[in-house]
């Protein structure tokens, strides 16, 4: 019975996997529409031919690989609690300490191990293709030291959020869900806070802006908006990767704006002013705040939800899998999966809301530096420098797109001189 499920799951992954593979390769269109042909969306007006070819392939390598990772996951989760493995983990965390906590931890180790070697081959695959598209730039070592310090700050914050649902599961048998939201709250808060000083320091250094002459610019940019100087920080990213980037992150006193040294040496100081512009109106339009916020909201539904399928599995499968009840840590599988599941189902959401606030930061761009030119041409430099598709498939914008797709925030480029002019 067990090894027909596990046959079945497999076969349907795979089946999954190739039916991505036809959709992405052969069956989506993502030629420009005839109407923007030659005109500056086109990328075929500012790529030359070896970069329009390379950015199609690893485009098209980089989608799959997304639409594979995710329920390969699913996968794993699923075939663990089939084959007792999960059970098997809680045993040996068993046998080594008596105290519930303690047990926890132990049990997390294995799981987070077990996670670790089947999903390094997909890691270990998608930086192999970064590095053959010289996307990333990161020695072997480097990337496998970014790859330990994911497994530890990864494991030190699952032990936590795993301490604390599981107490909250034997102590409101019905409600736990309820107590887990509302100390999710803070939580979430704290964990932002200290990310950009605690956690991103791990993996690369930041620092002031190097060009003090570029400085100037941005800070008299920054003063405009009334955003404080302190705030805005260069990270070294030249040593392990050449794509381009800048983001804010952090609330209250730790939020900043962090720009890639990459974005700072590649681009001109016209293009770097329209990022920092756009960056600022994701800072000046409080998008962190509003992500927060809405996160909270999403939360309560998917965890609410989270209880009553993980309910019914167990009572269901509970026997099948050797897990006794909910409360024991064997079940965790299943609740990882389920919330996996949930968020990836919420994804087109959360990603439609997102594309909708990188609109505003774009015309907040737009309208502060008055420069549509700089607009057009940093959208292009971006295309090149990530290889990335100005028109993806519908399914990849909708399940990966943070952003508005390239022909889209050129689009709106090219439209806001037209209004300009009207104006
Ligand atoms: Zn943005």
Not at 320 to 340: H, N, Q
Request: overall charge neutral; proline content about 4%.
């Amino acid at each position: 019975m067990v090894r027909k499920w596990a046959l079945r799951a497999v076969i349907a992954y795979f089946l999954f996997g190739a039916a991505m593979y036809v959709y992405l390769f052969f069956l989506a269109d993502t030629a420009i529409p005839d109407m923007y042909k030659g005109t500056s969306i086109d990328p075929a007006t500012f790529l030359n031919s070896r970069e329009l070819m390379l950015s199609e392939e690893y485009s098209r390598i980089r989608n799959l690989m997304f639409f594979l990772a995710t329920p390969y996951q699913w996968l794993f989760y699923y075939l663990i609690l089939l084959f007792g493995i999960s059970a098997m983990f809680e045993r040996w965390a068993g046998k080594t300490a008596k105290w519930f906590p303690l047990q926890t931890i132990i049990y997390l180790f294995w799981l987070s191990l077990a996670t670790f070697v089947v999903t390094f081959p997909l890691a270990y695959t998608s930086y192999l293709f970064s590095k053959t598209y010289n996307i990333s730039t990161q020695h072997f070592s480097s990337w496998m030291k970014d790859q330990f310090l994911d497994f530890w700050v990864g494991y030190a914050t699952m032990c936590v959020v795993v301490l604390v649902i599981y107490s909250m599961m034997k102590k409101f048998k019905k409600k736990w869900w309820l107590a887990v939201w509302v100390l999710s709250i803070p939580f979430s808060i704290l964990m932002m806070f200290i990310q950009p000083v605690v956690i991103d320091p791990l993996y690369n250094d930041f620092y002031p802006l190097k060009d003090k002459q570029l400085e100037m610019k941005i800070l008299s940019l920054a003063d405009e908006a009334d955003i404080p100087a302190e705030h805005v920080y260069e990270v070294d990213m030249s040593k392990k990767t050449n794509a381009l980037n800048a983001y804010v992150t952090g609330v209250g006193s730790n939020s900043r704006i962090v720009l890639w040294d990459t974005t700072l040496e590649r681009l001109d100081d016209e293009e770097v002013l329209f990022i920092m512009a756009h960056e600022m109106g994701h800072y000046v339009e409080k998008h962190i705040y509003k992500g927060i916020a809405g996160y909270v909201l999403l939360s309560f539904i998917g965890l609410w939800l989270t209880a009553k399928l993980m309910e019914l599995w167990v009572r269901k499968r509970g026997k099948v899998w050797k897990v006794d009840s909910m409360t024991s840590i064997s079940s965790l599988p299943a609740f990882l999966l389920i919330t996996s599941i949930l968020l990836f189902a919420a994804s087109p959401l959360t990603n439609w809301v997102s594309r909708y606030q990188e609109m505003r930061a774009d015309r907040y761009a737009l309208e502060m530096t008055e420069d549509r030119d700089a607009a057009v041409r940093t959208f292009q430099d971006l295309t090149r420098a990530g290889l990335s598709q100005v028109n993806p498939p519908y399914l990849v914008k909708i399940f990966r797109y943070g952003h508005p797709t390239m022909l889209e925030r050129i689009k709106m480029a090219d439209e806001f001189e037209r209004q300009e002019d009207e104006d």
